[in-house]
């Protein structure tokens, strides 16, 4: 089993950034990729990034590229999400997620992952 703890989230008024982590534990060495998803209320849950554990390739929604940033350090066992021009449609609760298959063609699909965590939430102001 993996556990995922998101922390980080807040308020912050639009053009702001806002930095978020997901700290992993438990049977790491079995993630192969992780994910950044978010849902808005009333909104589908929707992926916002993803980078592989090992090797660090990073994949982004188009609603966020050249705004946000997904990284992650494998020695803390923690991946962020720097975000930056912040605009009030990126307010949501936003959720990390873990997978172990290497499949990477399915990377923006919720169904793919494994592992879930409980979410954080992050609301920009107008």
């Known amino acids: 089993q993996v556990q995922l703890v998101e922390f980080g989230g807040g ?7 806002l930095r978020v ?5 438990g049977r790491t060495y079995s993630i192969y990729k ?3 998803f978010r849902q ?3 909104k589908e849950r929707e992926f916002v990034a993803g ?3 090992s090797g ?8 966020v590229r050249g705004r ?7 020695a803390k066992n923690t991946v962020y999400l720097q975000m930056n021009s ?9 959720y990390c997620a873990a997978d172990r298959s290497s499949a990477l063609t399915t990377i923006s699909r919720m169904s793919e992952y494994d592992y879930w965590g409980q979410g954080t939430q992050v609301t920009v102001s107008s």
């Open 56 to 63: 660090g390739r990073t994949y982004y929604a188009d609603s």
């Open 51 to 53: 980078i592989t554990w």
């Open 86 to 94: 912040l605009k009030p449609e990126d307010t949501a609760v936003y």
């Open 34 to 36: 992780m994910g950044w």
């Open 40 to 42: 808005a209320p009333g």
């Open 21 to 25: 982590s997901c700290a992993a534990s």
């Open 11 to 17: 308020l912050v008024q639009a053009g702001g950034s």
């Open 68 to 74: 946000f940033t997904i990284s992650r350090d494998n």
